[in-house]
T-cell receptor, first 117, second 108 residues
Framework: DAGVIQSPRHEVTEMGQEVTLRCKPISGHDYLFWYRQTMMRGLELLIYFNNNVPIDDSGMPEDRFSAKMPNASFSTLKIQPSEPRDSAVYFC???????????????FGNGTRLTVT | KNEVEQSPQNLTAQEGEFITINCSYSVGISALHWLQQHPGGGIVSLFMLSSGKKKHGRLIATINIQEKHSSLHITASHPRDSAVYICAASEYGNKLVFGAGTILRVKS
């Protein structure tokens, strides 16, 4: 089991550029979550998917942020245009709810550290 | 007021000491998660519980639903336990509300 795989590990970009973060969840997991971690606000849920369908995107800060999950093994989080205040560590996590939304342990990726200059 | 509050914010202990980290929440929950984040940044799920007590090695997690309170205990602490410990409440399904974290440093 390779775990949740995120790429890239680090991303440095200039303000105004488009940034795409990628995530491969654990095979068989039907929930996928995108979180953002900053010193000021800690961990925050941005959006989560169940069976590739976005369920709750109320944490997405602005229209500049978008997330997709075209299939069960891949998701992207895109920021366009990026701003310095988007600098943070972005985590992807997956879990299995067996289709019922029941609680189950989360498995986190190693995160992508984004710096926008 | 945050929906999930942890205490203490920082904790320094000597190797071998018994450690307790507390978590109080104000939301109705279906489960309470304890996470560990090491200096390298990776996050690991330690426990998920909705009642009673769970134990894994030297780690013990308890929850009191009526008092809306959970504790994480570490017995015989070791420097490798140094990390940030995060409590998170699941209001429904796996939508988590996170505490600010407790920074633990265990000195040898």
């Amino acid at each position: 089991d390779a775990g949740v795989i995120q790429s890239p590990r680090h991303e440095v970009t200039e303000m105004g550029q488009e940034v795409t973060l990628r995530c491969k969840p654990i095979s068989g997991h039907d929930y996928l979550f995108w979180y953002r971690q900053t010193m000021m606000r800690g961990l925050e849920l941005l959006i989560y998917f169940n069976n590739n369908v976005p369920i709750d995107d109320s944490g997405m800060p602005e229209d500049r942020f978008s997330a997709k999950m075209p299939n069960a093994s891949f998701s992207t989080l895109k920021i366009q245009p990026s701003e310095p205040r988007d600098s943070a560590v972005y985590f992807c996590a997956s879990s299995t709810g067996k289709g019922s939304g029941r609680n189950s342990p989360l498995h986190f990726g190693n995160g992508t550290r984004l710096t926008v200059t | 007021k945050n929906e999930v509050e942890q205490s203490p914010q920082n904790l320094t202990a000597q190797e071998g000491e018994f450690i307790t980290i507390n978590c109080s929440y104000s939301v109705g929950i279906s489960a309470l998660h304890w996470l560990q984040q090491h200096p390298g940044g990776g996050i690991v799920s330690l426990f998920m519980l909705s009642s009673g007590k769970k134990k894994h090695g030297r780690l013990i997690a308890t929850i009191n639903i009526q008092e809306k309170h959970s504790s994480l205990h570490i017995t015989a602490s070791h420097p490798r336990d140094s990390a940030v410990y995060i409590c998170a409440a699941s209001e429904y399904g796996n939508k988590l509300v996170f505490g600010a974290g407790t920074i633990l440093r265990v000195k040898s």
